[in-house]
T-cell receptor, first 114, second 115 residues
């Protein structure tokens, strides 16, 4: 099965700076990589995802990059704002053909300092 | 709101008891996946149901079982509760399977506390 490692576990940045969270995965057949944001006491919300046929995807201040050779993908948040403070999870398919049976990373607590 | 509703929102049970959690999928979604999220950890995949059949199971013992009904709503049952079962239980609904999946929306979860 898939193994997903995420780091750092905590990240503090000044408002307006950029934040980068990295994940590695083990199954070279994995082809779908979502990122979720979870605020305290709330459900995980999909913020961006990428499929293995592209190397980068961007949505306003959020971007995800994928390196299939190295089996890692990263979340980039630019111009951070206090409302970006939350726990962020990366995920990958549990096994080939199970795109929506996800293995999650352990999470990154992002704090944006005003 | 997401369209995925879970009930109850909070629940306290005693060790050894049984519990049933419910999930109503978003309209048009025929696949429901269940996850367990312990405090401070990422969600762990329990199992998935597609058109009333189990379609994949994570590393959870048989005392975790489920059902999906013709209207695609789903139940998660846990027997012989243990203290370590205390967690947030999330369901996610979607359409289709594998690479043909569309949408993947989490409900707000059920917070289960076992004492």
């Amino acid at each position: 099965g898939e193994n997903v490692e995420q780091h750092p576990s905590t990240l503090s940045v000044q408002e307006g700076d950029s934040a980068v969270i990295k994940c590695t995965y083990s199954d070279s057949a994995s082809n779908y990589f979502p990122w979720y944001k979870q605020e305290l006491g709330k459900r995980p919300q999909l913020i961006i995802d990428i499929r293995s046929n592209v190397g980068e995807k961007k949505d306003q201040r959020i971007a995800v990059t994928l390196n299939k050779t190295a089996k890692h993908f990263s979340l980039h948040i630019t111009e951070t704002q206090p409302e970006d403070s939350a726990v962020y999870f990366c995920a990958a398919p549990r096994s080939a053909g199970s795109a929506r049976q996800l293995t999650f990373g352990s999470g990154t607590q992002l704090t944006v300092l005003p | 709101e997401t369209g995925v509703t879970q009930s109850p929102t909070h629940l306290i049970k005693t060790r050894g008891q049984q519990v049933t959690l419910r999930c109503s999928s978003q309209s048009g979604h025929n696949t429901v996946s269940w996850y367990q999220q312990a405090l401070g950890q990422g969600p762990q995949f329990i199992f998935q149901y597609y058109r009333e059949e189990e379609n994949g199971r994570g590393n959870f013992p048989p005392r975790f079982s489920g059902l999906q009904f013709p209207n695609y709503s789903s139940e998660l049952n846990v027997n012989a509760l243990e203290l370590d079962d205390s967690a947030l239980y999330l369901c996610a609904s979607s359409v289709g399977l594998g690479a043909q999946t569309y949408g993947y929306t989490f409900g707000s979860g059920t917070r289960l506390t076992v004492v």
